[in-house]
């Protein structure tokens, strides 16, 4: 940490150089400062999303999401605690462009065709589209640093996500509780000029990176999304090009609340379910469930059915041993039951490490 004078008021205070984007603590004001010429120039571009919960409000969202998952609502607040609540504001660079894809690929023919000469089976098509977005990229260094951060977008398309960037608008305006009312501003027009007095108690993050890297990152993910994109229009993309109109930049701090929840079950399940911490993403303006865990996922039920039919399996086994051998075929099929659970849950569990493995970025794995 370093003392500096804002260029705005003249206060002095504490600044960390490793941010991008420095702000006063007295006045708000946003600069950018050279080290070695010692230069400051005001930074504009930056705003700020009011967060307009807490803790309580937050808590209340989400043992509501949980009552609207579960089989049972009236149950719910007891089978489910919430463990631990947090929040931040997280800057995000929004890069405001639109992207326009041209495409070469072979179709495949409906009919079969009667020249037999190898590929006339397919034949050339070529389109193009274009599509605007305000794509938001997390302006911190290790964007794993808060849960569920780094895959954020989900395309309607069946395209998978391999970049941490996501367009705010239509990221943000899911899985709300409340329904939306008339005249209601996006969750982007609710932008302010940025004041430490919006945040209502977060703590706010620092940016750690620069425009340019932003700029070049969004433009990565866009293009590769719209290269996805294109090999839904055809069985063999042979080309795509690309090519990105930007028209603005800016440093947004948008609020996230981060909540964790164990699943406790009070039927005959709390013998053979171990509570595992789940995790829940809201943003701060409207509550709206940006990522969550369920509480009981497909590999927790396979693991209780393995553990259930190896019991029984047990269980006729030794009816089978002490009355009558008839009872063994049952302990057999009970054995093969269990058997194939427990390897389908193991594969599940392979799975889910190697995806942790892939969307973990490199640099954060080396440090």
Request: with cysteine; proline share 4%.
């Amino acid at each position: 940490m370093h003392e500096l004078t804002c260029p705005a008021c003249g206060s002095p205070s504490q600044y960390n150089f490793r941010d991008y984007v420095l702000s006063c603590t007295f006045c708000s004001a946003s600069f950018r400062f050279d080290a070695e010429s010692g230069r400051k120039d005001l930074f504009t571009d930056h705003y700020i999303i009011p967060n307009t919960f807490d803790q309580v409000r937050v808590k209340e969202h989400v043992q509501e999401w949980l009552k609207r998952l579960h089989h049972k609502p009236g149950v719910a607040d007891k089978e489910f605690v919430v463990l631990d609540i947090r929040g931040e504001s997280i800057p995000f660079w929004v890069i405001s462009l639109e992207v326009h894809t041209a495409w070469k690929g072979l179709v495949q023919r409906n009919k079969r065709p009667t020249d037999s000469k190898l590929g006339s089976e397919f034949i050339p098509e070529s389109g193009n589209f274009r599509r605007t977005y305000r794509w938001a990229i997390n302006a911190r260094t290790n964007v794993c640093e808060n849960w569920g951060m780094a895959r954020l977008h989900e395309p309607k398309e069946p395209v998978g996500v391999t970049w941490d960037g996501f367009p705010m608008d239509s990221t943000c305006s899911r899985g709300r509780i409340t329904p939306a009312t008339e005249g209601e501003k996006s969750f982007y027009d609710s932008r302010e000029f940025f004041e430490f007095k919006y945040s209502n108690g977060l703590p706010i993050l620092g940016c750690q990176i620069d425009s340019d890297e932003a700029l070049r990152r969004a433009k990565t993910h866009v293009e590769w999304y719209h290269y996805n994109l294109a090999t839904l229009h055809c069985d063999y993309l042979l080309d795509s090009r690309h090519e990105s109109d930007i028209a603005g930049i800016q440093l947004v701090h948008v609020p996230f609340w981060h909540a964790t929840y164990a699943y406790r079950p009070t039927n005959f399940l709390r013998h053979l379910y171990r509570p595992v911490e789940k995790h829940v993403v809201l943003e701060g303006v409207r509550g709206g469930i940006i990522k969550g865990e369920l509480g009981l996922i497909h590999r927790d039920k396979v693991q209780i059915n393995a553990m259930v039919t190896a019991a029984a399996a047990l269980i006729f086994f030794i009816m089978g041993a002490i009355w009558s051998s008839m009872f063994m075929l049952v302990a057999l099929f009970f054995g093969v039951v269990s058997g194939m659970s427990a390897y389908i849950a193991m594969i599940k569990l392979e799975e889910r490490k190697r995806m942790t493995h892939l969307v973990t970025p490199h640099a954060v794995k080396t440090q």
